[in-house]
């Protein structure tokens, strides 16, 4: 079992910037694939990006790609995503999740469906 924590969101401004962490606990973190997801209201959960064990491959949404950057420090049994240029639209609860998996093809892993664990999520709120 793994256990997800995030922690980082908050109320921003249109245009800036926040670092948003997810913090595991519970077994070795480095044998994990970590994903970060998101959800508005009324919307289906959403693929954000996804990084590999050792945070040799990152694979991004297309929403996101450029402005998010997810990394890891698994001294820390920490995922990061680094969230820039944020819009009004970027508005949502996000979520950080994990699975097993040792394969550096993680952009085959991009549906909620594909990972086994997650946090409880924290919000973002960005006002243009």
């Known amino acids: 079992q793994v256990q997800l924590v995030e922690s980082g969101g908050g109320l921003v401004q249109a245009g800036g910037s926040l670092r948003l962490s997810c913090a595991a606990s519970?077994?070795?973190?480095?044998?994990?694939?970590g994903g970060w997801f998101r959800q508005a209201v009324g919307k289906e959960r959403e693929f954000l990006a996804a990084?590999?064990?050792?945070?040799?491959?990152?694979y991004y949404g297309d929403s996101v790609k450029g402005r998010f950057i997810i990394s890891r420090d698994n001294a820390k049994n920490t995922v990061y995503l680094q969230l820039n240029s944020l819009k009004a639209s970027d508005t949502a609860v996000y979520y950080c999740a994990a699975r097993l998996g040792s394969t550096q093809y993680i952009g085959i892993y991009k549906s909620a469906r594909d990972y086994n664990y997650w946090g409880q999520g924290t919000q973002v709120t960005v006002s243009s």
């Open positions: 990084i590999s064990w050792n945070g040799g491959s990152t």
């Open positions: 519970g077994r070795t973190f480095s044998s994990y694939v």
